[in-house]
Nanobody, 118 residues
Framework: QVQLVESGGGLVQAGGSLRLSCAASGRTFSSYVVGWFRQPPGKERDFVASISARAGTTAYRNSVKGRFTISRDNAKNTVYLQMNSLKPEDTAIYYC???????????WGQGTQVTVSS
């Protein structure tokens, strides 16, 4: 069993930056693909970024490419999402997820709110 806890959300002005953290319990975390997702108000949850177990491969949704960077520190059981040049449309609850099985993420955190003011 893996528990994920997100932190680092908050209120920021457009153009600002935030770094989200996803801290995990469990000794096998380093072997999992980890993803970040977000759910804007009134909308469905969407993929934001993902990183492979050894951090060799990353992927991003088009709208965040060049602004967001996903990274991980397996020694600390933590995955990060550095978000720069934030826009109001980035406002959402951000979730991290781990361990893809059958094309779906198995473990999910509770989410952290990110609000970008214009």
């Amino acid at each position: 069993q893996v528990q994920l806890v997100e932190s680092g959300g908050g209120l920021v002005q457009a153009g600002g930056s935030l770094r989200l953290s996803c801290a995990a319990s469990g000794r096998t975390f380093s072997s999992y693909v980890v993803g970040w997702f977000r759910q804007p108000p009134g909308k469905e949850r969407d993929f934001v970024a993902s990183i492979s177990a050894r951090a060799g491969t990353t992927a991003y949704r088009n709208s965040v490419k060049g602004r967001f960077t996903i990274s991980r520190d397996n020694a600390k059981n933590t995955v990060y999402l550095q978000m720069n040049s934030l826009k109001p449309e980035d406002t959402a609850i951000y979730y991290c997820a781990a361990d893809v099985r059958g094309g779906k993420y198995v473990y999910w955190g509770q989410g952290t709110q990110v609000t970008v003011s214009s």
